[in-house]
């Protein structure tokens, strides 16, 4: 065993067993962060709190919640909503939050595609940012059936259809994941364990294995510029503070951080207390009724895109097309070609597939949510194929790209 | 500024987004359908019939019109309405489906026009006549031979503005427009009424089973037991939530769902009790709102004074 000193303080004492100042030296005080970012790059830090709210707001709701399709909707609805006191601060907190983050899930995946911080290097990063998301969508689904209303039950339905596989109609499949011919109590409550314990588990995981793959390639900056980290922290270190190209994260990075969560929390919580129809639609305020199909079913914003890479096709194409779209982002840093990590508007072409790519996941996803009929079929099958042809264009776009 | 262009691009699209998939999506996947201020003459039942019975109702909405001009008698319209406490009293009993309401408020609750409409013929005031087309009779059907002359409807509607319009809570107003038909289980509500505490579980379930009793006969009547309205105010838009009560089958054509004719004031008093039940943290979130958001206003300028003190030494 190592030997210890009589301590002077707490802290020392502390130190000796536990080594903190080595620990806030690594993690916070001296982990370096480029200084030539905006506020783009405060987008994971704003992620990692908004999980923190769902994850405190989820633990209040997981008091009161009852898994069982008779009490379901009636203990959030009325014991949530009536009787526990500000329990309906911790469900909208809950329910906008979860729709939230994934507007700050896209934003900072499209602020890696733009400033190509998925490349040489930093592919680790990207990867398991993907997991994040992947992993986020299920939590948001299974979620989503808790409340078991309407638009749960038939969401639950058409998503654990897809499992039949088209033609090959796999619906013993089905039957599996549902643990019943059609949703219910079996469902409920397995979506109840994935949602509360083994996904918002892996979550924790995969958000310090993501943290962790940043540790070696370092966070990107604005202009690509590759930074020899070990020099720039030498002379921020010597006090040439103003010359030096890296700033720490505790307390340079973070004071920027905290800023921008400010405004963050501003527009969230006007959201939360008088903007929340988004994110709780009227559909699911209707108690689940398996002889009643609402008139238009269709996911929350942030799946539509996909929603409709399915829509558009017949029923086998749509299938393989969804599940190259559910995939494709993951070969992201593969499948660009090109030499340079630069932001888009230096990539020449580049740029270009950044902006059609942006547009079409826009076009697909308010598609999503119209009904497949007329013109808005035709644009939908238009907009995916465009979705599916960005892949190998990507390829081509890069391969020709010189070397800045 | 580049942070203030890249923030304008974010913002943009984000509103896009939102506009697609919000106001945009919700007015292609609803049909748009016209709001008349609870104003009862008849022009959309006129609109939408199409059969040989566009012609009855063009008269008969000319007809309830001019009754509307007819100055009514309050003292001679008390004698009208005696014959009407037959079945509309304390205590009223289920007949033909439902239990006739108390027509306690009725002068707070509901349209001048439409009452003298519902007095004239009941199935084509609610216009649920489809459902009566020969084969049935409405259950206030006889109302059409016992009230004839428009003089007469004039004066029970006369009376029953001016002598039974006291004040009225939203409570009321729910159990006298809807409560009949539509239970209400978040406020322990059902179609007999607000259910009451027993002492003997046997009295309780004696009670269950004549609340099972009335939603089978309403049941029966309706062809299926109206929905309950706990969280209706949450599931329905607002415009829909109106133009539904003005004219149920201008939503859902082919409802037996009546119309039951309740004016601006009357319906503002039902949706302020759905409104209590279904959406009860309003108030709160209202009231607690403002300064939740000014904290951190607050905290957005304390932290940007930060900001700056840290990052002048870098810069």
Same mark, same amino acid.
């Given at each position: ?177 549902? %643990?019943?011919?059609?949703? *219910?109590? &079996?469902?409920?409550?397995? #979506? @109840? ?6 996904? =918002?588990? $892996? ?114 194409? %749509?299938?393989?097309?969804? *599940?190259? &779209?559910?995939?494709?982002? #993951? @070969? ?6 090109? =030499?340079? $990590? ?63 | ?315």
């Amino acid at each position: 065993m190592a030997k210890f000193e009589k301590a002077k303080s707490v802290h020392e004492w502390l130190d000796q067993r536990l080594a903190i100042n080595t620990l806030q030296r690594v993690l916070s005080t001296e982990y370096w962060i480029p200084k030539d970012i905006n506020f783009l790059w405060a987008m994971g830090l704003v992620l990692a709190v908004t999980f923190g709210l769902l994850l405190i707001s989820g633990i209040f709701l997981l008091m009161y919640y009852k898994p069982d399709v008779a009490t379901a909707f009636d203990s959030v609805n009325y014991t949530i909503m009536t009787e526990v006191g500000y329990g309906w601060l911790w469900r909208h907190i809950h329910g906008v939050a979860a729709s939230v983050v994934f507007l700050i899930i896209y934003i900072h995946m499209f602020t890696g595609i733009y400033y190509g911080s998925y490349k040489k290097g930093r592919e680790m990063i990207w990867i398991s940012g993907m997991l994040l998301f992947v992993t986020f969508s299920a939590e948001a689904f299974s979620g989503y059936m808790l409340p078991w209303g309407q638009m749960s039950y038939w969401a639950g339905m058409v998503i654990t259809n897809l499992f039949s596989g088209g033609s090959l109609e796999a619906y013993g499949l089905v039957e599996w994941i549902r %643990g019943d011919y059609v949703p *219910g109590d &079996a469902f409920l409550t397995r #979506f @109840f364990m994935l949602h509360v314990f083994l996904l =918002p588990l $892996v979550i924790i995981g995969l958000i310090v294995f993501h943290f962790g793959t940043l540790r070696i390639p370092h966070v990107n900056n604005q202009e690509g510029e590759e930074i020899d980290f070990d020099e720039a922290a030498k002379l921020y270190k010597e006090g040439k503070k103003k010359e030096s190209k890296v700033i720490p994260f505790n307390p340079v990075f973070l004071s920027k951080d905290v800023f921008v969560l400010g405004i963050y929390f501003v527009l969230f919580f006007y959201l939360v207390f008088f903007h929340f129809e988004f994110a709780m639609d009227p559909v699911n305020f209707d108690t689940a009724d398996g002889l009643k199909t609402p008139p238009h079913i269709y996911p929350e914003w942030y799946f539509l895109w996909s929603y409709e890479i399915l829509r558009p096709f017949s029923k086998d194409i %749509g299938l393989i097309a969804f *599940g190259i &779209a559910q995939v494709a982002l #993951f @070969f992201l840093p593969f499948i660009d070609r090109s =030499p340079n $990590v630069a932001p888009a508007h230096k990539r020449g072409l580049f740029k270009i597939w950044f902006w059609v790519f942006i547009v079409d996941m826009i076009i697909l996803t308010i598609l999503g949510k119209l009904p497949p009929q007329g013109i808005f079929n035709d644009l939908g099958l238009v907009a995916a194929i465009v979705f599916l042809l960005l892949g190998p264009a990507l390829v081509v776009v890069t391969l020709k790209e010189k070397k800045l | 500024m580049r942070e203030f262009k890249i923030l304008g691009i974010v913002v943009f699209f984000t509103l896009v987004t939102y506009w697609g998939v919000e106001p945009f999506a919700h007015s292609q996947m609803h049909k748009h359908v016209e709001g008349h201020e609870f104003v009862y003459d008849g022009t959309a039942d006129i609109e939408e019939t199409v059969d040989a019975k566009k012609e009855m109702k063009k008269a008969y909405w000319a007809d309830v019109a001019k009754i509307a001009t007819l100055k009514g008698d309050a003292t001679s319209g008390e004698a009208v309405y005696a014959m009407c406490m037959g079945c509309h009293m304390e205590g009223a009993v289920n007949m033909g489906g439902v239990t006739p309401p108390s027509l306690e408020h009725t002068g707070a609750l509901y349209d001048k026009n439409y009452l003298i409409a519902l007095i004239k013929d009941p199935a084509v005031a609610m216009n649920t006549d489809h459902k009566f087309a020969d084969t049935m009779m409405h259950p206030m059907g006889s109302i059409k031979t016992m009230v004839t002359e428009p003089q007469q409807i004039a004066d029970v509607v006369a009376y029953l503005l001016t002598k039974k319009a006291g004040e009225v809570t939203p409570k009321e107003a729910y159990a006298e427009a809807c409560g009949r038909c539509h239970e209400m289980r978040y406020a322990k509500w059902t179609q007999l009424g607000k259910t009451p505490f027993f002492k003997e579980k046997k009295d309780e379930l004696a009670h269950q089973i004549k609340v099972l009793d009335e939603q089978a006969a309403v049941k029966g009547y309706m062809g299926k037991l109206p929905p309950d309205l706990s969280m209706i105010i949450r599931a329905r838009s607002e415009h829909f939530l109106e133009t539904f009560v003005e004219n149920p089958q201008s939503q859902l054509a082919g409802t037996s769902m009546p119309r039951v004719g309740l004016s601006k004031e009357g319906y503002e008093k039902v949706t302020a009790y759905l409104t209590m039940i279904g959406d009860p943290s309003k108030p709160a979130r209202e009231a607690i709102g403002p300064w939740v958001i000014l904290f951190f206003v607050v905290f957005a300028v304390l932290a940007y004074l930060w900001k700056k003190e840290t990052w002048r030494e870098v810069h």
